[in-house]
């Protein structure tokens, strides 16, 4: 699920650059990136402070004692909150700033909020599922920090269940025509085939995809620790690099650090990458396609070869098997039907 934070605009320049600007009531900050960096940061909330003072809108240091906001401020100073990644820091702190300005949230005593207030805000929110199970998710967290730090007894949010999405199955899954009708367009050599090879022979999130260079291969396999949640639960993983994905890279230009580089030879940031590969699948005419797609797609091919879960957990990295068997539920209903029906049809003969 991706969270856009408010009144942030991206735009792109002819060369892939991503500019990152603030922009509300017609004016327009530059913000320096990346994204949920220590610098951006700091400049979104100078740049949203200085908006919303204008409005006489109450931020977060200005808090009751007891408040809801006194506890956000509690909980944005514990290690709780400053061991998350600098992005997930940014999002949860722009989603419990939004809870307490919605009718006057943040000035009400916390030990008094009740599973049915909670319950009646995401019902509020039903028209946006994905941003409504994002604001109860960040609940749980804050009223999680609340009973560990003894500032309460119970966690009301932990009772209110997560709306079902728009879209249950996510980012659309990748075909075959359409991952060869993207080597038709983007043919060996190009950038654009390079990150569709080492997303599909990978498996990884962008994340890890734009950080990926020389410096991670080792006798052939790709050794590196996974972005998301490296900071709290790192995961270390070893993929071999096969045959097609050597050749690809081989025959295709890289950069010193990183394989996948801009026009000007410099790294992509994630959101960077993601903007570039969507004007290539716009090229290609797959605009149903993205690269989390291809994520999805890999695993989806390892479940259709008979791939057990666990093996495809050692190459997406995942930790349980619950988003393995979404991503795998088309591949392995078509792999079940065409066994049974081979058996039935054996049967008779």
């Given at each position: 699920?991706?969270?856009r ?45 200085g ?23 509690e ?9 998350l ?25 916390f ?26 998710k ?18 009301p ?39 569709l090879?080492?997303a ?40 071999p ?55 999805k ?24 098997s ?28």
């Amino acid at each position: 699920m991706k969270i856009r934070l408010k009144y942030i605009v991206e735009d792109t320049d002819r060369h892939g650059n991503v500019r990152i600007y603030f922009r509300r009531n017609g004016k327009k900050i530059r913000l320096p990136g990346p994204i949920g960096s220590p610098q951006f940061l700091a400049a979104y909330q100078a740049a949203f402070a200085g908006e919303t003072k204008a409005k006489h809108t109450p931020n977060l240091t200005q808090m009751p004692p007891g408040s809801v906001r006194f506890l956000c401020m509690e909980y944005f100073k514990s290690a709780m909150f400053r061991e998350l990644s600098p992005r997930t820091q940014m999002v949860r702190r722009s989603i419990l700033e939004r809870f307490c300005q919605n009718k006057n949230d943040g000035e009400k005593p916390f030990a008094l909020l009740q599973p049915r207030h909670i319950r009646a805000r995401r019902d509020e929110m039903m028209e946006r599922p994905e941003a409504a199970n994002g604001m109860v998710k960040a609940l749980r967290q804050l009223y999680k920090f609340a009973v560990r730090y003894d500032l309460h007894d119970r966690n009301p949010a932990t009772e209110i269940e997560y709306l079902s999405p728009k879209n249950p199955d996510g980012f659309h899954t990748w075909t075959l025509a359409e991952i060869e009708k993207f080597e038709q367009k983007h043919p060996v050599g190009s950038m654009a085939r390079l990150a569709l090879a080492l997303a599909l022979y990978t498996g990884q999130r962008r994340s890890d995809l734009v950080q990926f260079g020389k410096q991670h291969v080792c006798d052939g396999w790709l050794v590196f620790t996974q972005h998301k949640n490296r900071n709290r639960s790192p995961v270390r993983q070893e993929i071999p690099i096969v045959g097609d994905l050597q050749r690809i890279i081989d025959a295709s230009p890289t950069g010193d650090l990183t394989f996948l580089v801009t026009a000007f030879n410099k790294p992509f940031t994630s959101n960077g990458f993601g903007n570039r590969f969507r004007k290539w699948c716009d090229e290609a005419d797959l605009p149903q396609c993205s690269v989390h797609g291809l994520r999805k797609a890999a695993a989806a091919r390892l479940a259709e070869i008979g791939c057990t879960e666990f093996e495809i957990m050692a190459i997406t990295g995942h930790r349980t098997s619950k988003e393995v068997t979404r991503y795998t539920r088309a591949a392995s209903q078509r792999a079940r039907a065409e066994s049974a029906l081979k058996r039935m049809v054996g049967e008779r003969k």
